[in-house]
């Protein structure tokens, strides 16, 4: 009877183990976020009235987060360089919701003139009163190699990525302190802790900030209503690559590829906002094999200096031959023709 009972349990766990296998094959975040979908609190639960200061909010995932936010009644900070695309997204954000004009507040903003950044934060709280959420959202990727780019592209990488999005950051900081309570979210990306090539100074600009919002949340151990959160996306549709910088300042990427290959603008966000409802520290949203390739850079570092060697070289074999750099990573590129 007893070995009975115990081939029940192996079966048990054996089916257990494969329902959760072809899970995480299908999956297109960490677990921990997963499980917040589905069990966790929801959004509108958390956002519902809060203020959310959005930079980068004119394209991409910060459009997107400001129409999500905007459709559970979250008013919004909206801010960018292009004002006219500002009140584009604002004019979107009022016909998907139940907000008023005076709910939105199109505040335009350059990440790298940060002498402006004091009157910028004080613009958004004597319109609000308060500032609940800020989601550093503003920045730029690269596509280029290392020996073809620029020193002047690392700096601008830097100043903006990073030491703009630090300087935001110090201005709320303090009201948040004040008030016991806030989150401070940061669109960091997969590259914050992996190695990427073709993006040397995107990534290291990720790894920075990965370094300084992991330290800042130590720092704020007295302040646990505080939240701190990286999030870190795998390749999604969006402007990111059309925008990026290549190996020279104001040289603009001569074509992004196809992106369609890549996960959804909506999800992407989607996930985001369930992972700061429930206060998740750090998510990885990203579909396979991205994912995966998260979970072995973690845990098993010498084969995942193995298969970013091999993913790598498929990388720039994309880039070369003028197709998007994550696409057809197991198949043998086709050239653009003209």
Known sequence: MDICWL????????????????????????LTLLWA??????????????????????????????????????????????????????????????????????????????ASHPEKTTAALEHFGEIDVLINNGGRSQRALCVDADVDVYQALMELNYLGTVSI??????????????????VSSVAGFVGVPLATGYAASKHALQGFFNSLRTELSDCPNILISNICPGPVI??????????ELGKPVATAGDQTHKMSTERCVHLTLVGLANRVKEMWIAEQPFLLFCYVWQYTPTLAWYLTNVLGKKRVQNFKAGVDADAAYFSKPKAKTS
């Open 7 to 30: 081939c029940v349990g192996l079966a048990g766990t054996a089916v257990y183990l494969l329902v959760q296998f072809i899970r995480f094959i299908f999956a297109d975040a960490d």
């Open 238 to 247: 969006s402007s990111i690559v059309q925008n990026a910088f290549t190996e």
């Open 169 to 186: 950051t110090k201005q709320v900081l303090p009201h948040m302190i004040q008030r016991g309570t806030g989150i401070i979210a940061t």
């Open 37 to 114: 979908a589905r069990f966790g609190k929801t959004p509108e639960s958390t956002f519902r009235g809060k203020v959310v200061w959005i930079t980068g909010a004119s394209s991409g995932i910060g459009e997107e987060l400001s129409l999500q936010l905007a459709a559970i009644g979250a008013r919004l900070v909206l801010s960018a360089r292009r004002e006219n695309e500002l009140e584009r997204v604002k004019r979107l954000c009022l016909e998907r919701s139940s907000l008023k004009a005076e709910d939105i507040l199109v505040l335009p903003l350059d990440l790298m003139d940060r």
